[in-house]
């Protein structure tokens, strides 16, 4: 069975493009290190970020307020289901808002989405968004990566495929490099 799999990965890694291009509205910036991220989410529980190997970060700031965001939030619902099995971590802050108001909103649009309070702003302005909603793609050393300004359909099939293809390349890198020691 194990052979199977290695097989398997190989192939898949053999198929992976070098040159695949982020959908529109992704956009590919010079690595650096992502601002520490550590809030409670609703139930009170504090999340804290941390570089995993061979795991991805979706960070997404939004708030109720916002038009793209208040569209955009059943999409990444969508999202966080789809990719649940996959190698990426989730990390959706509100800014500034009182968890009435988030209770409220999401409750209406997005009733899964676990969302983390950014209660004074703080958070949010180390990772200095140039607006809402704004997301960053974090690779597993830490780094962001790719930066979405604006909202995106992210239950749209190019999107989840480009995020897969991003977990699923570091994740045959990091066997390739365990394999060669």
């Known amino acids: 069975m194990k052979h199977l799999l290695f097989v398997a990965m190989i192939m898949f890694a053999c198929s992976l493009r070098a040159d695949v291009s982020p959908p529109k509205g992704i956009i590919s910036v010079p690595p650096r290190l992502a ?3 550590s809030l409670e989410n609703m139930d009170g529980k504090r999340v804290t970020m941390s570089a995993v190997p061979g795991r991805w970060s979706f960070v997404h700031f939004w708030a109720s307020w916002c038009g793209p965001c208040r ?6 619902q969508v999202l966080t289901h789809k990719l649940a099995q996959s190698e990426w971590d989730f990390y959706i802050v509100n800014t500034a808002e009182s968890e009435d108001i988030i ?18 702003g703080l958070v949010t302005e180390r990772w200095q968004p ?3 909603p704004s997301t960053y ?12 300004i604006g909202g995106q359909d992210w239950s749209q099939r190019e999107y989840q495929a480009f995020l897969l293809y991003l977990s699923k390349r570091d994740r045959v890198n990091t066997l390739n490099k365990a394999g060669s020691h």
Do not use: K
């Open 130 to 132: 140039r607006g809402l």
């Open 137 to 148: 793609l974090v690779d597993p050393a830490g780094n962001i990566r790719y930066v979405v």
């Open 103 to 120: 209770f409220s909103f999401l409750g209406s649009v997005a009733p899964e989405i676990d969302t983390l309070l950014d209660t004074d």
């Open 71 to 76: 569209r955009e939030m059943p999409a990444i």
């Open 35 to 37: 601002p520490a991220l």
